[in-house]
């Protein structure tokens, strides 16, 4: 016990070190590379008053949620363990993927996470989602009351990890950049990948933001968004997403290739770019998705982006509609001239819903990072 425990205090000793270096050569990046979590009273602190966040974190046997707000901490012990939690979720997203009948297990879902603690949801304006394990992907603003969706009563935002607000929210307050880089239908050199409504979607942006660039079929190459990305304050890519779960740094978007690039983005790729937009909007299908890694963090395109530079990103969980898709970005930029990131997103999702029933159609794409 003396040996293992001199152990763990010179890995510790290490792991200080290191953490101290990184923090000093990268303090804006830290939370995302080191073992550095936030305590409570740290995350209650960068609440905004109108804010709940509801974390959990998923045992063999039960599930701990915990409801967080600027002066409130309520932990719920949930009777759902992991086995039954993955089968959930896996058969849910089957059906909301292939637009079958789900409301029966969306209530189950509901009544099961969100439930215990609707009360207190109700008092907030908005509601932060921090997953752990398969959570990550579910979609929480398909869950049911019974009465409604949950996106129906609040605008919502995901956090990869509660820590991650500190670096989200310290961007907060510096020269707003509207300059928008929009790529869509990129020319992959296969019929079967175009996404006509794509240049219908890139196109509309600028009604409401007139510093856009649009580039569409074989100008929307991987070099040129390489070589230019970190100019845009908003950057909006309407292609096609790859995750690939055996090495989540191999998921990549699908961009027109040239003579020096392939026109696969990859995901290790992205983290060494320098993105400095406030917003990098994927309209493509499963770019949400990532491994659980054992911080528990998703790896794949969202955490290279953030890691890349910018604090908030729109990405989906699923395969969407490209009609969905493309009613639901043009409705988004719309609202945003107005409205807040989160609030933005919920209008466009209620937009796509009202024409559009099925969940699959309108429940893919999530927020993360900071929502205002």
């Known amino acids: 016990k003396k ?9 510790q000793d290490e792991l200080d070190d290191l953490n101290i270096e990184i923090q000093n050569k990268h303090p804006q990046l830290a939370s995302l590379v080191v073992v550095n979590p936030a305590n409570v009273k740290e995350i209650q602190q960068l609440l905004d008053k109108r804010v709940g966040l509801l974390a959990y974190y998923v045992l063999p046997d039960e599930t701990i ?14 009777p759902i363990n992991r086995s039954t939690l993955q089968q959930e979720t896996l058969e849910y ?8 009948p789900l409301l029966d297990q969306s209530k189950r879902l509901y009544q099961q996470l969100i439930a215990p603690f609707s009360v207190d949801i109700n008092k907030k ?16 603003a398909t869950l049911h009351s019974t009465e409604a969706y949950l996106i129906d009563k609040k605008p919502l935002f995901y956090l990869p990890s509660a820590s991650i607000l500190r670096y989200t929210l310290s961007r907060r307050g510096r020269i707003s950049n509207r300059k928008v880089l929009a790529l869509g239908n990129p020319d992959v050199k296969n019929p079967e990948f175009a996404l006509p409504f794509s240049e219908q979607e890139v196109n509309s942006i600028h009604w409401n933001f007139p510093d856009t660039t649009v580039l569409t079929g074989k100008q929307a190459t991987e070099g040129w968004l390489t070589q230019n990305i970190n100019e845009f304050g908003i950057i909006h890519i309407a292609s096609h997403g790859e995750f690939d779960p055996i090495n989540p740094l191999f998921s990549a978007l699908k961009l027109s290739p040239s003579e020096q690039y392939d026109g696969n983005l990859l995901a290790s790729e992205i983290f060494g770019f320098q993105v400095n937009a406030d917003l990098v909007l994927l309209s493509a299908c499963q ?12 790896v794949g395109l969202n955490r290279s982006f953030f890691y890349a530079g910018t604090h908030s990103i729109i990405s989906s969980l699923w395969k969407v509609s490209d009609i ?25 999702t209620l937009h796509v819903k009202n024409r559009y029933s099925h969940p699959g159609y309108w429940g893919a794409f999530t927020l993360a990072g900071d929502y205002q």
């Open 324 to 348: 969905s898709t493309a009613l639901l970005t043009k409705r988004f930029y719309r609202e945003y001239k107005k409205h807040n990131k989160a609030d933005a997103l919920r209008k466009a």
């Open 65 to 78: 949620a915990w409801w967080l707000t600027k002066d409130q901490i309520k932990v719920q012990r949930l």
């Open 93 to 100: 997203r089957r059906r909301i993927q292939n637009l079958e």
């Open 287 to 298: 770019t949400g998705l990532g491994r659980i890694s054992l911080g528990d963090d998703v």
């Open 125 to 140: 304006q908005v509601i932060g989602i921090v997953p752990h394990g398969n959570l990550h992907y579910l979609s929480f």
């Open 3 to 11: 040996k293992y425990t001199e152990l763990m205090e010179a890995v």
